[in-house]
T-cell receptor, first 114, second 115 residues
């Protein structure tokens, strides 16, 4: 079936380095993408989102890139900090229909090394 | 301002029992969605309710049901529990029924363990 997936289950980076987390999606009808951060014992926390009519969006220390040609989404975190350690999920929402149910990928565990 | 709240925090049930999980959305939000997150996986969409009506349902059996009250809070009910229902159940609220940038804010979840 159609799904959103991630390339790497675990990503280890040095504190201060930039992190790039990747995501592949398969449904070309998806029109809205979101990155969530989930810390242990907590619910997912919104990081940044992007619509399908954009290819880049920037937030504070984070940038999301969307490549619709290859159905690829990435999250860039600048100057990673210990507090960035978490599991990161990409999620998609498909256009049309009556509901806003999100389809999540399996997640990437980001580990920050001192 | 209070975020999304869920109760209880943890719950242990045995196979065959039923369970009711509760969610209070952010004040002013009219839409509530429920997700199931099995350990090591991403959340899976179960239901969305908007203005007390079901707006969408994911691929879950009829043992799962939900409702939304006039104050926009919501309950998720699961009957005839199976071991595989053990998961973190997440509630998310959003201001509107649908649309891009209709950001979903998640609660901390209810951890359900079925023995």
């Amino acid at each position: 079936g159609e799904s959103v997936g991630l390339h790497l289950p675990t990503l280890s980076v040095q504190e201060g380095d930039n992190s790039i987390i990747n995501c592949a999606y398969s449904n070309s009808a998806s029109d809205y993408f979101i990155w969530y951060k989930q810390e242990s014992g907590k619910g997912p926390q919104f990081i940044i989102d992007i619509r399908s009519n954009m290819d880049k969006r920037q937030g504070q220390r984070v940038t999301v890139l969307l490549n619709k040609t290859v159905k690829h989404l990435s999250l860039q975190i600048a100057a990673t900090q210990p507090g960035d350690s978490a599991v990161y999920f990409c999620a998609e929402k498909r256009s049309g229909g009556g509901a806003d149910g999100l389809t999540f990928g399996k997640g990437t565990h980001l580990i920050i090394q001192p | 301002d209070a975020g999304v709240t869920q109760s209880p925090t943890h719950l242990i049930k045995t196979r065959g029992q039923h369970v009711t999980l509760r969610c209070s959305p952010i004040s002013g939000h009219k839409s509530v969605s429920w997700y199931q997150q099995v350990l090591g996986q991403g959340p899976q969409f179960i239901f969305q309710y908007y203005e007390k009506e079901e707006r969408g349902r994911g691929n879950f059996p009829d043992r799962f049901s939900a409702r939304q009250f006039p104050n926009y809070s919501s309950e998720l009910n699961v009957n005839a529990l199976l071991l595989g229902d053990s998961a973190l159940y997440l509630c998310a609220s959003s201001p509107f029924g649908r649309g891009s940038y209709n950001e979903q804010f998640f609660g901390p979840g209810t951890r359900l363990t079925v023995l």
